[in-house]
């Protein structure tokens, strides 16, 4: 057994002597995106801290805990806050509660961010469904010994975010009136924002947003073979195409403002699932 399933079957007994249902759906919240925890009925709430060996979040803005519910007729579990590369964690920590999460039974993942606006048709207040992602300039989550009990040694990542769901997240902002586009998401270690030639370089790429986050967690979902959809808010236009210095203040403070359009497409996208 390799450390990594070590540490994960330690966290599993721990959160399996709390766990009433086992969740299908796995929801990760990003920057100012927390709030949506309060929709989750008959909560459960289990606190990184007290699960040994648990990565805690550093981060203002992510609270640092799994709740755990209902959520219409669906068993749920949400992370309302996550961890991240730049707080210091080796990028096997960061994923380990997405393999958690995996390993309580959800079989689909929703992933949600903060994220800046390279698009130049994007403005703060945008909805990006994550169609792929860039991961060229962060570790992999999978380098190391494999655990074969978690995936295979060399997977696939050429369909990462599921078209299914994909097109039901469409059919559902749809219904709702609310406006969500299409992008590929790229991952940089952060902490620090990036450079305009930097933000220049990824929309050479074909980067639409940028963040520091969710990249990574796919990654290791993919690998465990969980069925993904992504969600970026963007909450700032990104270094050299915004007007004003960058700051987090700002990320939280339009996270604020989206947060009931948010909540309305992820719960109903979540009922639809």
């Given at each position: 057994m390799t450390r990594v399933e070590e540490e994960l079957n330690t966290a599993l007994e721990y959160i399996n002597k709390i766990l009433v249902k086992k969740p299908e759906i796995a929801i990760i919240l990003g920057s100012g995106l927390g709030g949506f925890a309060e929709c989750i009925e008959n909560k459960e709430i289990i606190e990184y801290k007290d699960i040994p060996g648990f990565p805690v979040s550093t981060v203002s803005g992510h609270e640092g805990r799994f709740i755990i519910g209902k959520l219409f007729d669906k068993n749920v579990v949400a992370m309302q806050g996550r961890v991240h590369y730049y707080?210091?964690?080796?990028?096997?920590?960061?994923?380990?509660?997405?393999?958690?999460?995996?390993?309580?039974?959800?079989?689909?993942?929703?992933?949600?961010?903060?994220?800046?606006?390279?698009?130049?048709?994007?403005?703060?207040?945008?909805?990006?469904?994550i169609n792929d992602h860039i991961t060229s300039f962060v570790p992999s989550p999978l380098i190391g010994e494999n655990n074969d009990s978690l995936g295979v040694r060399f997977p696939d990542m050429s369909k990462v975010?599921?078209?299914?769901?994909?097109?039901?997240?469409?059919?559902?902002?749809?219904?709702?009136?609310?406006?969500?586009?299409?992008?590929?998401?790229?991952?940089?270690?952060?902490?620090?924002?990036?450079?305009?030639?930097?933000?220049?370089?990824?929309?050479?790429?074909?980067?639409?947003?940028?963040?520091m986050s969710t990249a990574c967690e796919a990654m290791a979902a993919?690998?465990?073979?969980?069925?993904?959809?992504?969600?970026?808010?963007?909450?700032?236009?990104?270094?050299?195409?915004?007007?004003?210095?960058?700051?987090?203040?700002?990320v939280k403070a339009t996270a604020d403002m989206i947060s009931d359009k948010f909540t309305r497409l992820v719960k109903e996208f979540i009922k639809k699932i």
């Open positions: 707080e210091g964690y080796t990028m096997d920590r960061v994923v380990m509660p997405v393999r958690i999460m995996k390993l309580m039974g959800a079989k689909k993942l929703l992933l949600t961010n903060a994220a800046g606006g390279i698009n130049d048709s994007f403005e703060p207040g945008t909805l990006m469904a975010y599921d078209r299914e769901l994909l097109e039901i997240l469409h059919a559902t902002a749809k219904e709702l009136d609310i406006d969500i586009k299409d992008g590929v998401y790229l991952q940089t270690t952060g902490p620090n924002y990036e450079t305009p030639a930097e933000i220049k370089m990824y929309k050479t790429l074909g980067a639409d947003a940028v963040g993919m690998h465990m073979g969980m069925r993904i959809v992504g969600i970026s808010c963007i909450t700032n236009l990104a270094a050299g195409i915004s007007k004003t210095a960058l700051n987090h203040e700002e």
